[in-house]
């Protein structure tokens, strides 16, 4: 069993940075390819970065491509999302995922955290 719990979120400017946090229980942390999703108001649920178990691989949205650096600490269980540029469309709820049961781009993770809103100001 993997409980994820997301921090970092909050209100900025556009331009500013964030870095959120997933910290993660459970065994199955370092062995799990693990992402972020974001779900804005009356939108679904996107793919927005993911990164394989030993954070030798990782994969953006192309939205993101360029602002957003996902990383991973195996030791501390944690895993991050730094996100620079911030733009307002960047605003949403951001889930943090582990262990995919489909392609790393789709919701289909077996964990969910239960997200930070993140809320960015023109």
């Known amino acids: 069993q993997v409980q994820l719990v997301e921090s970092g979120g909050g209100l900025v400017q556009a331009g500013a940075s964030l870095r959120l946090s997933c910290a993660a229980s459970?065994?199955?942390?370092?062995?799990?390819?693990m992402g972020w999703f974001r779900q804005a108001p009356g939108k679904e649920r996107v793919f927005v970065a993911a990164?394989?178990?030993?954070?030798?691989?990782?994969y953006y949205a192309e939205s993101v491509k360029g602002r957003f650096t996902i990383s991973r600490d195996n030791l501390k269980n944690i895993l991050s999302l730094q996100m620079n540029s911030l733009k307002p469309e960047d605003t949403a709820v951001y889930y943090c995922t582990a262990r995919p049961t489909g392609s790393y781009y789709q919701p289909r993770y077996d964990y969910w955290g239960q997200g930070t809103q993140v809320t960015v100001s023109s």
């Open positions: 990164i394989t178990w030993n954070g030798g691989r990782t």
């Open positions: 459970g065994r199955t942390f370092s062995t799990s390819t």
